[in-house]
């Protein structure tokens, strides 16, 4: 069964970090893509990064592109989504996902960017 | 980007009905067009993909279609257990985007 588990979110003030991680088991982690999906409090689904297979290559929207980094240890079967200048608009529930078209997710972790 | 236009935003239907929503996309996606369902305090879950395929283990009374700019996300009887939120995604060209999703709801 494939399983997707997300941590790392919290309370962050504006312009601080944060590094979300997602612990992948249930398939061969080192065959897909993976990617992160954000959804803000009462709005819709907002893609924000995905990574090839072997971490080499990378794409992100224009919102986060320069702030976030999306990055995956295959060994240890992890995805992370490594978060900087943060902003009040990135307070979401962050989605890990497998594959560039979402094929599984996890149950998602909040990010609350607040002063 | 691709707008991904979804309607409608509420749908509330009896038991047994046949349920249709519906996406829009701006431009052609070549049917690139999954559909998801989510419910309160899931994860999101992928019913269809590539506009007609269905994903193992999702019943048979969901069922996709369409072509160009236009698809359709149908529930052929409409089941309690299906009470959710859904919401399309288009994955012909980046970025990748949803539609804003539709609560279905019994009435």
């Known amino acids: 069964e494939v399983q997707l588990v997300e941590s790392g979110g919290g309370l962050v003030q504006p312009g601080r970090s944060l590094k979300l991680s997602c612990a992948a088991s249930?398939?061969?982690?080192?065959?897909?893509?993976m990617a992160w999906v954000r959804q803000a409090p009462k709005k819709g689904l907002e893609w924000v990064a995905t990574?090839?297979?072997?971490?080499?290559?990378?794409y992100y929207p224009d919102s986060v592109k320069g702030r976030f980094t999306i990055s995956r240890d295959n060994a240890k079967s992890s995805l992370y989504l490594q978060m900087n200048s943060l902003k009040s608009e990135d307070t979401a529930t962050y989605y890990c996902?497998?594959?560039?078209?979402?094929?599984?997710w996890g149950q998602g972790v909040m990010v609350t960017v607040s002063s | 980007d691709i707008q991904m236009t979804q309607s409608p935003s509420f749908l509330s239907a009896t038991v047994g009905d046949r349920v249709t929503i519906n996406c829009k996309a701006s431009?052609?996606?070549?049917?690139?067009l999954n559909w998801y369902q989510q419910k309160l305090g899931e994860a999101p879950k992928r019913l269809i993909y590539?506009?007609?395929s269905l994903q193992t283990g999702i019943p048979s009374r969901f069922s996709g279609s369409g072509s160009g700019t236009d698809y359709t996300l149908t529930i052929s009887s409409l089941q309690p257990e299906d009470v959710a939120t859904y919401f399309c995604?288009?994955?012909?060209?980046?970025?990748?985007?949803f539609g804003a999703g539709t609560k279905l709801e019994l009435k």
């Open positions: 996902a497998r594959r560039d078209t979402f094929d599984y």
């Open positions: 249930g398939f061969t982690f080192s065959n897909y893509y």
């Open positions: 990574i090839s297979t072997s971490g080499s290559r990378t």
């Open positions: 431009q052609n996606i070549n049917k690139y």
């Open positions: 590539n506009t007609n």
């Open positions: 995604l288009q994955h012909n060209s980046g970025p990748y985007t």
